[in-house]
């Protein structure tokens, strides 16, 4: 029969034990010493045979997908972390085809902190840059290009410096399953001029912004954002960056919009941003509104354009279902202080936007949304004609783990005879604006389309 090192032991002891009714007392302090000594062999051969059962369990568990990535640094906890998101698609803007890839909102970045000692607080920070993976880099791409900041956690919550995607765009995000694709809700939800950009969806810079503890499933995220751009445009030569800034606050010179020399600031350029939203979540269901103010918008580049106040607020609702079925609804309202020429006045209006997605065996998701856009008063370029919109996205994504997964999306944008909202806007890496004439105007009221199939990994 085997016997065990731990029988062993024990008959070792037992039977020296036995003999020792026998011996004088010399001889017990010796047997008492024999004993003291096999149980520390005892406790010594245990430890290795815990170690080698453990073993053979350490070797055969994967290693932690983030093990590798993060390392303690001057008392400091890092992290490196990133998302990668490239697709190839297939797109037409309703004059013309193209095959394009794309790199979206892939990233990288480095996170982390620290307590500090016995106030309760912990130290923090993020530095995240936008990854042009598959096209060439440009300012955008450059380092802190996206949310990055310092900061001081608690227990009420945390007290950042830097820049950030606004309480406004965050409250809602979650709820856009298309999220940096062709389908995106950013063509129309939160895009007050129906072009490239959403005004409404932004990453604001040199900005203060708390977001606070959940409590009772209630939580609140407060921003505001100095823009720092002067008012007395006419003394400033029109060249009112803010400090430390290449670009107009608010602004995205060149990329789109009527006016053609990106140096000035007259096409959406604000003083100061405010912006607010209040959360709900527990269990399957999550709940927000959502507001967000710019001061003293420049739109003096546009037709008839002042400059006024614009905002803009939303209430937002989701709810899991047990079946797996994830439903999501949105309301929105943009609005542009008085002064304006109603006539020429296309930044007033509502949105809706309704997602639902219902997770499928194997790790299989099917994903369907529609987005509303309601009419405007009137238009700098093309008056009071009906610029509505409907964009319809339908997609399948299948989640291999948690870091892989791969995607097909297909999304389809109407505009009506006086829209020119583009697939794609403020998120998606090369988005379909709607075609322009030979002078160089934008041609509204036409249909664009695009079928993406893409890959997603993040570490």
């Known amino acids: 029969m085997k016997m065990t090192p731990m029988a062993i032991a024990c008959g070792l002891i037992f039977g020296a034990s036995g003999s020792a009714w026998a011996a004088g007392p010399s001889e017990v302090e010796v047997l008492k010493q024999q004993m003291a000594a096999l149980q520390q062999q005892m406790a010594g051969l245990q430890q290795k045979l815990d170690h080698m059962a453990a073993a053979p369990q350490a070797a055969a568990k994967p290693a932690s997908d983030h093990s590798a990535l993060s390392a303690t640094i001057g008392g400091a906890d890092v992290t490196l972390y990133g998302h990668a998101d490239l697709s190839l698609e297939s797109a037409n803007n309703g004059k013309q085809s193209i095959t394009q890839a794309s790199s979206n909102l892939s990233y990288i970045g480095v996170k982390g902190g620290k307590n500090l000692g016995s106030t309760g607080l912990r130290a923090i920070f993020q530095i995240e840059t936008l990854a042009n993976i598959s096209g060439t880099p440009t300012e955008t791409g450059g380092l802190a290009s996206r949310n990055s900041f310092v900061g001081l956690q608690g227990s009420l919550g945390s007290l950042m410096i830097g820049k950030t995607d606004t309480p406004y765009k965050r409250a809602t995000g979650k709820m856009d399953p298309f999220s940096a694709s062709v389908g995106d809700y950013n063509a129309i939800m939160g895009n007050t001029g129906g072009d490239l950009r959403a005004e409404f969806d932004a990453r604001l810079p040199h900005s203060i912004w708390f977001d606070s503890a959940k409590m009772g499933g209630f939580s609140v995220n407060a921003l505001y954002s100095p823009g720092q751009k002067l008012n007395n445009l006419t003394g400033a030569g029109n060249y009112a960056y803010p400090q430390g800034e290449k670009v107009c606050a608010g602004a995205t010179p060149g990329a789109s919009g009527s006016t053609p020399d990106g140096n000035l600031c007259d096409d959406g350029a604000f003083t100061n941003a405010y912006s607010l939203a209040l959360n709900y979540g527990a269990g399957p269901l999550n709940a927000t509104f959502a507001y967000e103010k710019h001061s003293a918008v420049d739109r003096t580049g546009d037709t008839g354009g002042i400059v006024s106040d614009e905002s803009a607020a939303k209430l937002g609702l989701s709810y899991h ?116 004439d030979n002078s160089g105007a934008t041609i509204p009221g036409t249909t664009e389309k695009s079928l993406s199939v893409g890959m997603q990994y993040n570490f």
């Open 321 to 436: 279902f047990a079946i797996g079925n994830r439903l999501s609804g949105i309301a929105e309202k943009l609005y542009r202080d008085g002064g304006v020429n109603p006539a020429l006045n296309e930044r007033a209006r509502s949105g809706y936007y309704l997602s639902d997605v219902q997770e499928l065996s194997h790790g299989l998701d099917l994903m369907a949304a529609w987005a509303h856009a309601g009419k405007t008063p009137g238009g700098p370029d093309f008056g009071t004609a009906d610029d509505k919109a409907d964009m319809y996205s339908l997609g399948l994504k299948h989640h291999y783990d948690k870091q892989t997964s791969v995607y097909l999306v297909g999304a389809m944008l109407k505009n009506g005879p006086g829209a020119h909202y583009a697939l794609g806007a403020g998120g998606h890496g090369v988005p379909i604006a709607s075609p322009r």
